[in-house]
Every structure is written in C-alpha cells, then in structure tokens.
C-alpha cells in the first residue's frame, strides 16, 4: 500500500508528479491512498497497513529521479485540471481511477456518461465551472489607499480552490491597476505586470466603504425596474450567500419595499409615445466631441452607452499607432467581450494562425471592429451573436474613421461584409469585390472574416476556403512590400 500525501488545495503540479511515479510503479488505485493537507489524519498517520512507500518517492521523484509524462486524452487533462480544484477529499484518489482505467484501454471512458464514476467527475466539473461563474460575477473590488499607493482590493469565499483557475481572467480584465483578491484559501495580487500568489486573508481588510461602493449601489439603484421584481429570480440570479460580499444589495430591502409604490406611481402617470432613438442625431453629434489622440477617443468609445443590446463594455482597437496594416472585422464576439480585448475568440485563433503562416506579425498590426460592442441574445445560459444592422454600423462608423485617422495604416484589409460596410460606406458583396479596393479613398483589400471558415460544415470546403484565406493575407503582405513607407 502506498500514501500519497500532496499540498493544501489544487496541487496539480504534486498529482502529476506523483501519478507519473504511481502509473510507472505500476500501483493500482486500490493500492494507493490519497491525502492532501485538508484531509488530516484521516486513516491514521504510521499506520503499518497503510503506509508501505514513502510519499517522498512519488512526490519528489525519489532516487529513481522523474518518472516518464504520460500520454493521456486532451479530455482527460482537462478534467484533471478542472477535479482537482474542488474540495473533495476523495479527488485525487477519483482521477487515479480515471487515469488507470483509461491507461489499461479505455480511452474513452468519459464518453460513457451513464458511469459511475464518470457522473461523479462530471458532476464535480460542473461544480468547479459554477464556482468560477459565481466568481466572476460576484467579485466587487473597493479602494484601499495604503503607504506603497492606491490598490483595489476584492474578498470572495469560493466554494472550491478555484483562485489558480480564475488568475488570468482578472488579470486580462483589470490590468491597469494594481488589485488584490482575497479569500480564506489564499489570495491572488496583481501590480500591473504580474500575478503573486500569497496566503489567506481577511474579509476586513476588503471592506472599506469608498466611492466605487457608492458608485455600485447608484448603478444598481439606477437599472433595478420595479414592474419586474420577481425575489424569486433574484435570489436565484443572485444566491442570497453572496449578499454580504455585494455593496449593491445593500439597497435591495428598501428596492422592494418601494417597488409596489413606484409601480402605482408609474401607472398613473399620463402616458407617453416611446422615444425611438435615432442614430442620425447621434452621429451628427459625434464630431463635437473632436478627440485629439486615439488615447483620447478611446476614452469616449469606452464611456459610451452601447446602442446594441447586451453588451458589457466597449471593446476598443489593439495595436500600435503607426501600424502599416488595420485588420477591421465586424464586432466583438463573447470572449472579446469578457476579455475587452479584440480577436481573442475562436475567430481570432484563427486569424493569428492565418497571420502567422502568412508572414504577418499581429503585434505589428492593428485590430479593431467596426461595431465597439457585443450584440448577443441570451438563450439560456448562452449569448448567442446577433449581426449588428446597417443603421447600428453607421452609429459606430463615426468612431471607426477617427480611429483609423489616428493609427494611419498603409493598407486596411476588411473582414468580412460589416466591415465592407463600415468602410466602404455601402454594401458590396464579398464574393465580387475580394482584393485589392478603395475604401473611401484608403487604400483597402477585402476578404472573408474568419469566423466564415469556422461555420463552414463540411471540412473540406473549410480547409480549400482557409486556403484561400491564407493567399488573401499573402497577396496583402505582398502589397505592403511593394509600397514601402513615404
């Protein structure tokens, strides 16, 4: 019998080592026991029948130095990374039966859902992306100004060991100032540059009553609609255990209390015809702004209402002023909305491969989209993309040209037929007009955006139609080589 012992947490680097040691030695699941710092003495520490390896061999690698990598289905990985985050004590002894079974021919076990020990592991999985979830939106950050300067801190008790899992989301999403997660398994730190992992703290030392709390509550006191309260929904969008952690729920008891009354009021006021935006008037008004500096519009673009529905923010341009290429496609997609950054989904994926076979350096590149947000319908738990309208495009079109202006690029290669619209002024169709183009007087190549190729069914039209892709970006490569810079 072997004893595996492993850090406190999601020691993922300690299981792998360590299974690596156990599937090498040949040791069955049912031969190893499993624990980790949260377990304590569970079967009796010393125990002769226990205890018959030391844990050292398996976690360190022993004298016999590090045991072999295993080769394993990416599907099994990623329930390994997902399992051992949840607070299971039995986790790791799970996953080695995972692993042995799929190691001694059965590679797809997980596959068999209708499996004991499948639906359990699935089961935890769906815990660990529900606790991230949870994380993700019922993170509050509140100003601390303290003797090295201002930072924002956070407290949040996960249900699991989830800090790891979530360190790149907030990085990517707040990274211009310096924050700091805490929470009673660890805490996460971030100076603007780079994340620190340190030791449990303190919901005390993440409550100071600032003005981002207050500016919270005005928020939410400002969107709550009384005609729709349903306490009901909101405990369910909202589990009441996050409440104390949320500095806008400090308002929900006097929200429902005044709701029936607010609701009387606005029954009896004299009704009104809707107000029908009309984005003529917004983009008449869109030149008195007159930004002086990308830096400048952006700050417009993101303080913004977004005219499409749905979206969380604005999802501005990347790359350098100066750029010699602008890509602009149609509008940020669900990931380019959570990440605030453009092209990252699995479009984006697509066209840093196509970039790269093509000869083209994406950080030397500009991209942007012709639309600033994200226009999605809610299906359940899915926010499915809806195409933006040619009135929305000419809103956003304003914001384009200024961003285009102020980058400069030597040649802008549209994505796809809203961004053909946004630059053209028009609608030309793709198929005909593929190539070289005047876009309103830039010089300007239009292809597909890539997206395109992604919803192509059959796999052949969508390897002959990345082909195709792939010669747009080389003859635009080669159009840059032979117009040098003035």
Same mark, same amino acid.
């Not at 156990?22 to 699941?29: N, R, T």
């Not at 913004?304 to 002023?321: F, K």
């Not at 802008?412 to 593929?434: M, N």
């Given at each position: @019998?072997a004893?595996v012992?492993?850090?406190?947490?999601?020691?993922?680097a300690?299981?792998?080592?360590?299974i690596r040691?156990?599937?090498a030695?040949?040791?069955?699941?049912?031969?190893?026991?499993w624990?980790?710092?949260?377990?304590?003495d %569970?079967?009796?520490?010393?125990?002769?029948?226990?205890?018959?390896?030391?844990a050292a061999?398996?976690?360190?690698?022993g004298?016999?130095?590090?045991?072999?990598?295993?080769?394993l289905?990416r599907?099994?990985?990623a329930?390994v990374?997902?399992?051992?985050c949840?607070?299971d004590p039995?986790?790791y !002894?799970?996953?080695?039966?995972?692993?042995w079974?799929?190691?001694?021919g059965e590679?797809?076990?997980?596959?068999a859902?209708?499996d004991?020990?499948?639906?359990? %592991?699935?089961?935890m999985?769906q815990a660990i992306?529900?606790d991230?979830?949870?994380?993700?939106?019922?993170?509050?950050?509140? =100003?601390?100004t303290? #003797?090295?300067?201002?930072?924002?801190v956070?407290?949040f008790?996960?249900?699991?060991?989830?800090l790891?899992?979530?360190?790149d989301?907030?990085?990517?999403?707040?990274?211009?100032?310096a *924050?700091?997660?805490?929470t009673?398994?660890?805490s %996460?730190? *971030?100076d603007?540059?780079a994340?620190?992992f340190?030791?449990?703290?303190?919901?005390g030392?993440a409550?100071?009553?600032?003005s981002? #709390?207050?500016?919270w =509550?005005?928020?939410? #006191?400002?969107?709550?609609?009384?005609?729709?309260l349903n306490?009901? @929904?909101?405990?369910?969008?909202?589990p009441?255990?996050?409440w104390r952690?949320?500095?806008e729920?400090?308002?929900?008891?006097?929200?429902?209390?005044?709701?029936?009354s607010?609701?009387?009021a606005?029954?009896e006021?004299?009704?009104? @015809?809707?107000?029908?935006r009309n984005?003529d008037?917004?983009?008449a008004?869109l030149?008195?702004?007159a930004?002086?500096?990308?830096a400048?519009?952006n700050?417009?673009i993101?303080?913004?209402?977004p005219l499409v529905?749905g979206a969380?923010r604005?999802?501005?341009g990347?790359?350098?002023?100066?750029?010699a290429l602008?890509?602009?496609g149609e509008?940020?997609?669900?990931?380019?909305?959570?990440?605030?950054?453009?092209f990252v989904?699995?479009?984006?994926?697509?066209l840093?491969r196509?970039m790269?076979?093509a000869g083209?350096?994406?950080?030397?590149?500009?991209v942007?989209?012709?639309?600033?947000?994200?226009k999605?319908?809610?299906?359940?738990?899915?926010?499915i993309?809806?195409?933006p309208?040619?009135?929305?495009?000419?809103?956003?079109?304003?914001?384009?040209m200024?961003? %285009?202006?102020?980058?400069?690029?030597?040649?802008?290669?549209?994505l796809g037929?809203?961004a053909?619209?946004?630059?053209?002024?028009?609608?030309l169709?793709?198929?005909?007009?593929?190539?070289e !183009?005047?876009l309103?007087?830039?010089?300007?190549?239009?292809?597909?955006?890539?997206?395109y190729?992604?919803?192509l069914?059959?796999?052949?039209?969508?390897?002959?139609a990345y082909?195709?892709?792939?010669?747009d970006?080389?003859?635009?490569?080669?159009?840059?080589?032979?117009?040098?810079?003035?």
């Amino acid at each position: @019998m072997a004893l595996v012992h492993l850090a406190d947490g999601a020691d993922l680097a300690g299981f792998r080592r360590a299974i690596r040691r156990l599937v090498a030695a040949g040791a069955a699941p049912e031969d190893v026991i499993w624990r980790s710092g949260e377990d304590g003495d %569970l079967f009796g520490a010393g125990s002769a029948d226990f205890v018959g390896t030391d844990a050292a061999d398996f976690v360190d690698g022993g004298e016999a130095g590090p045991a072999p990598p295993l080769a394993l289905p990416r599907v099994v990985g990623a329930a390994v990374e997902a399992v051992v985050c949840h607070r299971d004590p039995e986790r790791y !002894a799970l996953l080695h039966r995972l692993i042995w079974r799929v190691l001694h021919g059965e590679r797809t076990v997980l596959e068999a859902r209708s499996d004991p020990l499948v639906h359990r %592991l699935a089961g935890m999985q769906q815990a660990i992306r529900r606790d991230i979830h949870k994380m993700h939106a019922f993170l509050r950050f509140r =100003r601390v100004t303290a #003797e090295s300067g201002e930072r924002f801190v956070a407290w949040f008790e996960p249900e699991h060991f989830i800090l790891e899992a979530v360190a790149d989301f907030f990085a990517d999403r707040f990274p211009g100032f310096a *924050w700091s997660i805490l929470t009673p398994v660890g805490s %996460l730190h *971030w100076d603007g540059a780079a994340l620190d992992f340190g030791p449990p703290g303190t919901r005390g030392a993440a409550m100071p009553d600032d003005s981002v #709390e207050t500016a919270w =509550r005005a928020y939410y #006191e400002a969107t709550f609609n009384p005609a729709r309260l349903n306490p009901t @929904m909101m405990r369910s969008e909202m589990p009441k255990k996050y409440w104390r952690n949320l500095p806008e729920t400090q308002a929900i008891p006097h929200l429902i209390r005044t709701a029936p009354s607010r609701v009387t009021a606005m029954l009896e006021k004299e009704a009104a @015809m809707p107000l029908k935006r009309n984005p003529d008037k917004a983009v008449a008004a869109l030149p008195d702004q007159a930004p002086k500096s990308l830096a400048e519009l952006n700050r417009i673009i993101a303080a913004s209402e977004p005219l499409v529905p749905g979206a969380t923010r604005a999802v501005l341009g990347e790359g350098p002023v100066g750029a010699a290429l602008a890509f602009v496609g149609e509008q940020p997609g669900d990931q380019e909305d959570l990440q605030g950054r453009p092209f990252v989904g699995p479009a984006g994926q697509l066209l840093d491969r196509a970039m790269a076979e093509a000869g083209i350096d994406r950080t030397e590149a500009y991209v942007t989209n012709a639309v600033k947000h994200f226009k999605f319908e809610q299906r359940g738990k899915r926010r499915i993309h809806q195409k933006p309208t040619a009135g929305e495009v000419r809103h956003y079109r304003w914001w384009l040209m200024r961003e %285009l202006d102020f980058v400069h690029p030597r040649l802008v290669v549209a994505l796809g037929a809203t961004a053909v619209l946004a630059l053209a002024g028009k609608a030309l169709p793709i198929a005909r007009c593929r190539g070289e !183009a005047r876009l309103e007087g830039r010089p300007g190549f239009i292809t597909v955006h890539p997206s395109y190729l992604l919803r192509l069914p059959d796999e052949d039209a969508r390897h002959a139609a990345y082909a195709a892709f792939l010669d747009d970006l080389r003859h635009v490569r080669a159009i840059l080589e032979r117009r040098p810079a003035s």
